[in-house]
């Protein structure tokens, strides 16, 4: 690693310092606090922070930070990596990760879709890693036709190798103008934001995963990676079973795009799967918390596809527990929860809590899915009966809950 300026040295320590008094205080993890001061002082302290190493960079609207903690759990296997393994996906938390281990010669870093364009021009990252699209905190973020058009203006002209799920054509659009792709066939479940083709708007036909526009020339590229099932095959037609800890076909997508961000960096599946297999929770997602002989899985879902991989590992034989804020990370509109279909909770006890439970029980109702509404999250763990039971929640409300078990990891 290059020595950095002094001023660039002492804004990182301060930043260091500010998120070790914001841990020892209780206030955070101080992923973010200590990027914001880094970058008061020294603007160009990212740039300064990622120089010589090599990046890489991981966007999506879901599957982001699980992805990152992969991908950076097989990168150990070359060395120490820098990572925002929280979750702090904008500028100052990559300041806040990359001064913290400030000697690491990789980078992995989650990033925030409408972001991407500038953190890739400001490190210069070596690889992106691109998985998904689709509608998220739209009072924010826009549509995400824009995302993508953004996603392929950033591209153009780079040197930059892109991990790419083309079984999502908003992804393979927004991923085409790069220098070099490794296509991925890591599945599309939720379809509802890609039925039109992104770059002319006629209809795109679907046959199995195979999709092509039918009044232009875009279509699905031919994959390198494959997930098939329970195994991803390698540009080199072997099968690895993908045995890993984490629940669900989403999860198993996330392994593959990790596996072919590992071999970008020369790491072998043969080294890199061991890796994998060691996550079991990544910032309280999978985790099991136990109170009063009640034990809860938490459970993260932030938009409709979110809560479609949900319901997929969610277990139908136990009681569930749903909870929805709309604070400003989650995004101030709960019009999409009338996206998500709910009557696959039917038959199950359902629980329904957080701020806007009121919103949540509408939608509910009208799906034809009984439900109790608790005022409190602690309420409706006290109203199960001891056992298990599923929990998912959106973000902010996930957080809290992860703060009531001491943000279990």
């Known amino acids: 690693m290059t020595q950095l300026p002094l001023r660039a040295l002492l804004a990182s320590a301060l930043g260091r310092s500010a998120a070790t008094l914001s841990r020892m205080t209780g206030r955070g993890d101080g992923s973010v606090i200590g990027g914001r001061v880094g970058l008061m002082l020294e603007p160009d302290l990212l740039r300064q922070l990622a120089r010589d190493r ?20 097989a990168l150990l ?5 820098a990572t925002n393994a929280f979750g702090a996906n904008m ?3 990559h300041v806040s990760a990359l001064s913290l281990h400030k000697d690491a010669p990789y980078g992995v870093l989650e990033v925030d879709e409408k972001y991407l364009p500038e953190v890739l021009d400001t490190t210069g990252a070596g690889v992106v890693c691109l998985m998904n699209l689709s509608r998220d905190q739209m009072d924010r973020a826009a549509e995400i036709w824009l995302l993508a058009q953004k996603w392929r203006r950033a591209l153009s ?8 799920n083309c079984d999502d054509p908003l992804v393979t659009w927004g991923a085409s103008t790069a220098a070099k792709v490794t296509w991925v066939a890591g599945g599309q479940r939720w379809k509802e934001d890609s039925w039109c083709c992104p770059e ?6 679907r046959k199995d995963a195979d999709w092509a526009c039918r009044e232009c020339t875009f279509h699905r590229p031919e994959p390198q990676w494959v997930l098939d099932d329970d195994a991803v095959i390698d540009p080199r037609g072997q099968r690895w079973v993908l045995d890993i800890q984490l629940p669900g076909l989403a999860n198993r ?9 590992g071999e970008a960096f020369g790491l072998s599946v043969e080294r890199a799967l061991p890796r994998l297999r060691e996550v079991t929770s990544v910032a309280g997602r999978y985790t099991t918390v136990e109170r009063d002989g009640r034990y809860a899985r938490l459970l993260l879902a932030k938009n409709p596809a979110g809560w479609l ?3 997929d590992v969610s277990d139908p034989q136990q009681p569930i527990i ?18 998500v279909d709910y009557r696959i909770l039917r038959g199950r006890p359902v629980f329904v809590t957080g701020e806007r439970r009121l919103d949540l029980a509408l939608r509910l109702d009208v799906a034809e899915v009984p439900f109790a509404l608790c005022a409190t999250f602690t309420e409706a763990l006290a109203m199960q009966p001891p056992g298990r039971v599923d929990v998912i929640a959106n973000y902010t409300a996930f957080q809290q809950i992860r703060s009531e078990f001491g943000r279990a990891v």
């Open 309 to 311: 991989e949900a319901f």
């Open 322 to 339: 749903l909870s929805v804020n709309a604070q400003g990370p989650d995004g101030r509109d709960t019009s999409w929860l009338w996206d």
């Open 77 to 81: 296997e070359l060395g120490e990596v």
């Open 200 to 205: 002319c708007g006629g209809p795109l036909d």
């Open 253 to 261: 997508s996330n392994a593959a795009m990790a596996l072919a961000v």
């Open 54 to 73: 090599r990046l890489a960079l991981v966007s999506a609207t879901n599957g982001k930070t699980t992805t990152t903690r992969l991908i950076t759990s």
């Open 157 to 164: 002209g780079k040197p930059t190798h892109v991990i790419a």
């Open 91 to 93: 500028p100052a938390g």
